[in-house]
């Protein structure tokens, strides 16, 4: 979750996500440099969220899907939580409506 706190970490994820690129092509797509894009593909590479292949003279990008399965999982369950804690808070606010009456 660290490695996805910066905002152009999370582009140059979500742009993989759709398909594998290689770092000039996501370059062209966003405000930051190709050194830059490197940077931060590195950090998605260490972090496990990404994985880099060669393709002839280039390094094409992609999510790792073992990665990929974890975040889906982890964000799945604190949809599950936050909206547990919802229900709770709004049958909560009933019962003591309920007995206010």
Not at 5 to 11: L, S
Not at 24 to 40: D, F, I, T
Not at 90 to 95: G, P, S
């Amino acid at each position: 979750m660290d490695a996805l706190g910066d905002p152009t970490r999370r582009a140059i994820f979500r742009q993989v996500a759709r398909h594998p690129r290689a770092v000039g092509e996501l370059a062209a797509e966003l405000p930051v440099s190709r050194p830059a894009v490197s940077q931060h593909l590195k950090v998605l590479k260490d972090a496990g969220l990404v994985i880099g292949h060669a393709e002839g003279t280039r390094r094409v990008y992609r999510v790792n899907p073992g990665a990929r399965s974890e975040l889906q999982a982890y964000l799945d369950g604190f949809w599950a939580d936050a909206l547990d804690a919802f229900k709770s808070a709004v049958e909560q606010e009933t019962d003591q409506d309920r007995r206010a009456r």
